[in-house]
Structures are given as C-alpha cells and as structure tokens.
C-alpha cells in the first residue's frame, strides 16, 4: 500500500464537502490530510508495517 493512495482518498473525501471550519467532519479530514502529507515518509513506514501484518490483503487480493 502506497501512502500516495491513502492521502489520495483522504483528499476525495475532504473536496466532497464543502469547506467549512465549523464543521467537525470537515475540519477532521483536512487537518489528516494536511498532517499526513507533511509526514509522508513517516505513514509510508506504518503502511509498510502494517502491510506486514496483512492488514491491506483484502483490499489488494
């Protein structure tokens, strides 16, 4: 699993709201989002870990 294709999701679920800081959901994604892609190469080794773990198996099969 690529972490460019968790942020990817992430970012799709984010642009299908509108934008609007008081809104919990909203502000949640935006803020993962924005977190995550300043961390990348750090999300890409728990990817990896769990990736170890079978965690992705399903989604990949």
């Excluded at 968790?6 to 977190?35: G, S, Y």
């Amino acid at each position: 699993m690529k972490a460019e294709t968790i942020l990817a999701e992430l970012n799709r679920l984010r642009k299908d709201l509108d934008e609007d800081p008081a809104d919990l959901e909203w502000l949640t994604l935006h803020h993962v989002f924005c977190f995550v892609s300043y961390k990348m190469g750090d999300f890409q080794k728990y990817l990896d870990e769990q990736a170890a773990q079978g965690a992705f198996d399903e989604f990949e099969g």
